[in-house]
């Protein structure tokens, strides 16, 4: 089966999720298109905390080299500069952003000079053209990761999430898919939920 | 559980789950289940909105006595309802909706979800989906969140 998966690099609920995906892939017939959305986009009219607001801003700048990367390289590089750069905010837990745009870069064989569309923000469309792409799949007021995934009759379907903690390995991350495209067949299902009760867990 | 103490804890909202509290300590948990779909068919299914005559047509449906309608204006079961509310609550976790559903987890015990939300009735194959999946995503405790913007209208039949 073939699978689009959006994130925000700097979204740890959707990093464990992608990791769960990377899992998947090992142990069912999955290939994943990775693509890129935004939480600066996500959040643009909510009504946030200061603190979350300066976080949000923030997002802008990996999401912008993301998306200039793509521009320039294709697809292909979405999938690596993502993870070089998860890596590092998450499981590094490092929040030197230049340091870390920078080297993410370095690790993908990528021109240093991406770093610059960061603080560009002639990208932002190219921020908000992806975005929407994924909206289109889960529907707005949701979050980030979206997934979509051959539904109802062959049609594709979006959700956001699955949210989860710790990183579902091997086989239990394969369950984890059955389930999931199990539910994805339930025409008309919007909504599971429960309070979360324990941060992301990221590696 | 209450959708009026979710939404602001105030009782006017209350009448529907009085009865079916009182219709529980009348005459079971059966009976009370029946109460609560009958009530539900009425407000959800045929559009009534005159909701003391919908409990009083469902109590006389279900064989209940006229006390048990009463007991919608009084606070006599409130203890029960908002016992029952905390109940669900502790399952599913605060913030959340109305269903919460109580399943096994991965070491037997019951873990709670808001949901599933549909937007039409699963029926035949796609419930047994619809349970099948859900069993297997709370079978991981760290499991919290699927969702989609609801942009189908709701469809009750």
Not at chain 2, 22 to 28: I, L
Not at chain 2, 59 to 64: F, M, P
Request: with cysteine.
């Amino acid at each position: 089966m073939r699978v689009t998966f959006w994130i925000d690099p700097m979204c740890p609920w959707a990093w464990i999720t992608s990791r769960w995906m990377v899992e998947v892939e090992k142990v069912r017939d999955v290939t994943v298109d990775w693509n890129i959305m935004s939480l600066g986009v996500l959040n643009e009219h909510n009504d946030v905390s200061d603190d979350y607001k300066k976080l949000i801003a923030r997002t802008w700048r990996p999401a912008r080299v993301l998306c200039r990367a793509r521009e320039l390289h294709g697809d292909a590089v979405v999938f690596p500069l993502f993870s070089a750069l998860g890596t590092r905010f998450h499981v590094g837990k490092r929040t030197d952003m230049e340091a870390v745009i920078a080297e993410a870069l370095a690790e993908v064989g990528l021109e240093p000079e991406l770093a610059q569309a960061a603080d560009d923000p002639q990208y932002d469309d190219l921020v908000r053209q992806t975005h929407a792409t994924a909206v289109a799949m889960s529907g707005a007021g949701v979050g980030t990761p979206v997934i979509a995934l051959e539904g109802v009759d062959g049609a594709q379907v979006g959700f956001f999430g699955p949210i989860i903690t710790p990183i579902p390995r091997g086989e239990d991350a394969g369950r984890l898919w059955d389930g999931f495209v199990l539910l994805a067949q339930v025409p008309g299902l919007v909504e599971i939920k429960r309070s979360r009760t324990v941060g992301p867990v990221v590696d | 559980m209450s959708l009026s103490l979710l939404d602001d804890g105030d009782a006017t909202g209350l009448g529907p789950v009085r009865a079916v509290e009182a219709a529980r300590a009348h005459s079971g948990d059966e009976v009370a289940r029946g109460l609560l779909f009958a009530i539900g068919r009425r407000i959800n299914v045929d559009g009534e909105q005159d909701i003391s005559a919908v409990v009083a047509d469902a109590v006389a449906e279900c064989g209940l006595p006229a006390s048990v309608a009463q007991a919608a204006q009084t606070t006599e079961f409130d203890d029960a309802v908002r016992a029952s509310h905390e109940a669900a609550l502790l399952l599913g976790g605060e913030g959340v909706g109305t269903p919460i559903i109580g399943i096994p987890g991965p070491g037997g015990e019951r873990v709670g979800y808001f949901g599933p939300v549909v937007t039409q009735t699963p029926r035949g194959d796609a419930a047994g989906k619809l349970w099948d999946g859900l069993l297997i995503l709370a079978a991981n405790p760290g499991f919290y969140e699927l969702k989609k913007e609801r942009r189908a209208k709701v469809v009750c039949d």
